[in-house]
């Protein structure tokens, strides 16, 4: 069956860098796009980044946009998000997520069909 297993959250100060993974088992890994979504509380799940089901493509909420950075290995069956110069508002629980057709990029979590059990990131100021 499909799993989504992430790790790398953690405790960092505003602007330092964590790099989280996420090992994908259970399906075909390069026809498919991956992406990461987050959840602060009270507040609902947004997305992050997606990269296509070969890398060739990216994108970044704005919010994001020239901190962090999505990548994916086909050997090793896993996508990374490298996200540096991390702020307080960065806070919360990031989900790695399957998109739910092959072969298509989509920003909206609706887009996606397995998720991760969730890492925990957090920024201290």
């Known amino acids: 069956q499909v799993q989504l297993v992430e790790s790398g959250g953690g405790l960092v100060q505003a602007g330092g860098s964590l790099r989280l993974s996420c090992v994908a088992s259970g399906f075909t890994f390069s026809s498919y796009a991956m992406g990461w979504f987050r959840q602060a509380p009270g507040k609902e799940r947004e997305f992050v980044a997606v990269?296509?089901?070969?890398?060739?493509?990216?994108h970044y909420a704005d919010s994001v946009k020239g901190r962090f950075t999505i990548s994916r290995d086909a050997v090793k069956n896993t996508v990374y998000l490298q996200m540096n110069s991390l702020k307080p508002e960065d806070t919360a629980v990031y989900y790695c997520?399957?998109?739910?057709?092959?072969?298509?990029?989509?920003?909206?979590?609706?887009?996606?069909?397995?998720w991760g059990q969730g890492t925990q990131v957090t920024v201290s100021s």
């Open positions: 997520a399957r998109a739910a057709v092959a072969y298509s990029v989509r920003i909206s979590a609706a887009s996606y069909d397995f």
């Open positions: 990269i296509s089901w070969i890398g060739g493509a990216t």
